[in-house]
C-alpha cells in the first residue's frame, strides 16, 4: 500500500522526530512521534480506514504505521486522539488490541459523550473510563521516552480537543490547518468559533519557531500535494484566516460565515458511536453482527 507520508527530524535533544503520513478518504493527518534517544514512541490521532457506501472498515493506515514501527525498530508507548473526530473512525481500538498499548484522550470526552448519547437516543452507551486507558487534563503532563509532553485544552472544533506539545512539535488537531487553507470548522455540537480563537492564540503564544501539525488538509489553490507541517511563525504571518493579527470578533464572522455553508463529513454519523467507544464498533447483536444506529433528521 502507498500512503503519502514525509518525516520531519528532530532538532536536538528534547526534540521528536515525526512521521506525518495522509488518509487521502478523508483528509487527515497522522503521526509517529519518535523519541530519537530511547526509539520509544507515540501514535497520535490514526485512522481506521471506512466506506461510508459499504459501511466496512479495513486497517490499512494502522497497519502501515505498525510495519513502519516495526521497520525502524521503535516500541510503541501510546496511542493517543486529540478529540473524538467526526470525519474520520479512530484506529485506537484496533491499535490496542494489536499492540497493548494505552490509548488516551482529553477528559472532557465526557462531556462530549453526554451530547452524543442524546443523539444516539442511547442513554446507556458510551464509558469512556473503560475504552480510554488515561483521559488528559489540562496542563498534564507525561513522558514519551525521554520526552516530554504537555497538554493544552484548545476547545471550538469540540468542546473537549486537546493539543499535544512534545518538545518543539505542537500536535495542533483541527485548530489551525495549512497557512494557506486557514483554521478547522467550529460548528459541530459544543463546538464555538469564539472559543476556537481563544484555542489558536495559546498556540500561536507559543516560541515562533515551534513545530506545529495539523489535523487535516484539503489542498488548497496552487497546490496538490497535501501538507500537514508549519511554524508558529508562519501561521502568526501568513495564516488565511488569521495572518496579520485578525481580532476576534472579525475572526468569528467569518468562521461562522463558512462554517454556515457547510455541510456534515459523510463519516461523521457513523464516527462518533465508534469514537466515542475508544474506536471499538458497537458489540454484536444476537445474529453475530454489528449494528451502526444513524439518527434521521437531526441535522
Not at 494489536?98 to 482529553?106: E, M, R, S
Amino acid at each position: 500500500m502507498t500512503i503519502t507520508h514525509s518525516k520531519s527530524a528532530s532538532r536536538g535533544p528534547g526534540s521528536p522526530d515525526v512521521v506525518g503520513f495522509y488518509d487521502d478518504a478523508s483528509g487527515s493527518c497522522q503521526y509517529i512521534c519518535v523519541d530519537p534517544a530511547t526509539k520509544k514512541c507515540a501514535l497520535i490521532d490514526v485512522v481506521l480506514d471506512f466506506n461510508p457506501a459499504r459501511a466496512r472498515t479495513s486497517t490499512e493506515a494502522a497497519d502501515w504505521a505498525l510495519d513502519w514501527i516495526d521497520r525502524e525498530g521503535l516500541t510503541l508507548e501510546w496511542i493517543l486522539d486529540t478529540h473524538p473526530h467526526a470525519d474520520h473512525l479512530m484506529a485506537a481500538g484496533y491499535l490496542k488490541q494489536k499492540t497493548g498499548a494505552p490509548n488516551a484522550i482529553g477528559e472532557k470526552v465526557r462531556e462530549i459523550a453526554g451530547l452524543w448519547r442524546d443523539f444516539y437516543n442511547t442513554p446507556d452507551a458510551f464509558d469512556p473510563e473503560a475504552d480510554f486507558d488515561r483521559l488528559f487534563a489540562d496542563g498534564d503532563t507525561f513522558l514519551i521516552g525521554e520526552l516530554d509532553v504537555r497538554v493544552m485544552l484548545s476547545p471550538g472544533h469540540t468542546l473537549g480537543s486537546i493539543t499535544y506539545i512534545v518538545g518543539d512539535a505542537v500536535f495542533a488537531h483541527d485548530t489551525f490547518m495549512q497557512p494557506d487553507s486557514g483554521t478547522a470548522r467550529a460548528d459541530f455540537p459544543g463546538g464555538s468559533a469564539a472559543m476556537l480563537y481563544d484555542s489558536l492564540m495559546a498556540i500561536l503564544a507559543l516560541p515562533d519557531d515551534f513545530r506545529i501539525f495539523i489535523g487535516h488538509d484539503y489542498g488548497a489553490e496552487g497546490r496538490v500535494e497535501p501538507a500537514w507541517e508549519s511554524t508558529v511563525a508562519e501561521q502568526k504571518d501568513s495564516n488565511k484566516h488569521l495572518g496579520g493579527g485578525v481580532e476576534k470578533p472579525e475572526y468569528v464572522k467569518v468562521r461562522e460565515e463558512r462554517d454556515a455553508t457547510l455541510n456534515l463529513p459523510d463519516r461523521m454519523l457513523h464516527a462518533l458511536q465508534v469514537n466515542l467507544r475508544g474506536g471499538r464498533l458497537p458489540e454484536p447483536e444476537a445474529d453475530g453482527n454489528t449494528y451502526l444506529k444513524i439518527p434521521a433528521n437531526r441535522f
